[in-house]
C-alpha cells in the first residue's frame, strides 16, 4: 500500500470509446504526476501537476487529457485511442515537484490501470 | 538529450550471491541517481536515492554507489533471495522529480 490509488486496474475499449482513469493519493503530497509504461521501454513521463497546476505536458497527444481538481485527485480522460497506445499508466505523486529532488526524492507510485486498445 | 542505460535486460543469480546491477548514463551528470523496485503488474517503488557529492548509500542488504568518472552507478543486493527477483529501474534527476529519465530496467531471477 503506497498511498496511491489508481481505478481501474484495468480497462478495455476501443477507438471510439470515452474513458477516464482515475488517482487518488493519501500522502498530503502537492505533485502528481502521469507516466505510460510499454513494454521493454522506459517509463515516459506525461504530465505533471504542481498544487493542482499543470507544470509538463511533454508532447503528448490531445488524445489524453488530463484533469486535476485538487492535490489529492488526478484523471486522465482517454478519447478515440490507438492500439499503440495498450500500456500500462502510472500515476505518482512527490511532496511537491521541486522538493522531491531536494528531500527524500522520491516519487510514489500507484499500482497503475493496465489499458488495452482494440 | 540525457539518456540512461541498464546494460542488462536480465540477471539470473543464485540465492545467497550477492546482485549487481549498472545503470550507466551520458552526457552531463546527474543531480542525483534513484533506484526502484518493481514486480510484475505493480508500480514501481523507491528504494535509494544516491546524490552526486556521494560515493555510496547504503539500506540494509542495498546498497548504491555513484561514480561520475565512469558515468555509472551500480546497485548491489547482499545476500540475494528469491524474494529479490523483481525488475530494477534506474533513474537519474536534474533538479525536480518532473526531470527524471528512467531506464529499461533489469529483471533479476533469484534462484535457489
Known amino acids: 500500500e503506497t498511498g496511491v490509488t489508481q481505478t481501474p486496474r484495468h480497462l478495455v475499449m476501443g477507438m471510439t470509446n470515452k474513458k477516464s482513469l482515475k488517482c487518488e493519493q493519501h500522502?498530503?503530497?502537492?505533485?502528481m504526476y502521469w507516466y505510460k509504461q510499454s513494454a521493454k521501454k522506459p517509463l515516459e513521463l506525461m504530465f505533471v501537476?504542481?498544487?493542482?497546476?499543470?507544470?509538463e505536458n511533454n508532447s503528448v497527444p490531445s488524445r489524453f487529457s488530463p484533469e486535476c481538481p485538487n492535490s489529492s485527485h488526478l484523471f486522465l480522460h482517454l478519447h478515440t485511442l490507438q492500439p499503440e497506445d495498450s500500456a500500462l499508466y502510472l500515476c505518482?505523486?512527490?511532496?511537491?515537484?521541486?522538493?522531491?529532488?531536494?528531500?527524500?526524492?522520491?516519487?510514489?507510485f500507484g499500482e497503475g490501470s493496465r489499458l488495452t486498445v482494440l | 538529450s540525457q539518456k540512461i542505460e541498464q546494460n542488462s535486460e536480465a540477471l539470473n543469480i543464485q540465492e545467497g550471491k550477492t546482485a549487481t546491477l549498472t545503470c550507466n548514463y551520458t552526457?552531463?551528470?546527474?543531480?542525483?541517481l534513484q533506484w526502484y523496485r518493481q514486480d510484475p503488474g505493480r508500480g514501481p517503488v523507491f528504494l535509494l536515492l544516491?546524490?552526486?557529492?556521494?560515493k555510496e548509500k547504503r539500506k540494509e542488504r542495498l546498497k548504491v554507489t555513484f561514480d561520475t568518472t565512469l558515468k555509472q552507478s551500480l546497485f548491489h543486493i547482499t545476500a540475494s533471495q528469491p524474494a529479490d527477483s523483481a525488475t530494477y529501474l534506474c533513474a537519474q534527476g536534474t533538479g525536480t522529480a518532473s526531470k527524471l529519465t528512467f531506464g529499461t530496467g533489469t529483471r533479476l531471477q533469484v534462484t535457489l
Open positions: 501537476y504542481n498544487f493542482k497546476e499543470q507544470t
Open positions: 544516491i546524490r552526486e557529492n556521494e
Open positions: 500522502l498530503g503530497h502537492n505533485a
Open positions: 505518482a505523486s512527490s511532496q511537491d515537484e521541486a522538493r522531491a529532488a531536494l528531500k527524500a526524492g522520491e516519487l510514489f
Open positions: 552526457n552531463y551528470s546527474p543531480a542525483y
